[in-house]
């Protein structure tokens, strides 16, 4: 039987606000991290690479949803194909 992975506290905050919203895209998980966990990795550009780390390690599946920027509207509107 395998051991499980060593969790720190704040990727135990990360798993519970996964698992309550069943699926989170990131913008909605840094939300419920920040404003209800007051989690260090809220408003970091790490948090991408601990939601990786737990993609690794198998604890999680991740999917990323992408918006475009407003200049990415922007390069859209100016292409001419």
């Not at 506290?9 to 909605?28: H, K, T, W, Y």
């Not at 404003?35 to 993609?55: G, M």
């Not at 690794?56 to 992408?66: D, Q």
């Amino acid at each position: 039987m395998a051991t499980a992975p060593a969790l720190s506290a704040g990727e135990l905050q990360i798993l519970r606000r996964v698992d309550n919203a069943l699926s989170a895209p990131e913008s909605e998980l840094r939300y419920q991290l920040e404003r209800k966990d007051e989690h260090p990795l809220a408003r970091s550009e790490q948090l991408l690479d601990v939601l990786v780390d737990l993609e690794t390690r198998g604890l999680l599946v991740s999917e990323l949803h992408f918006q475009l920027t407003t200049a990415g509207r922007a390069a859209l509107d100016d292409d001419p194909s």
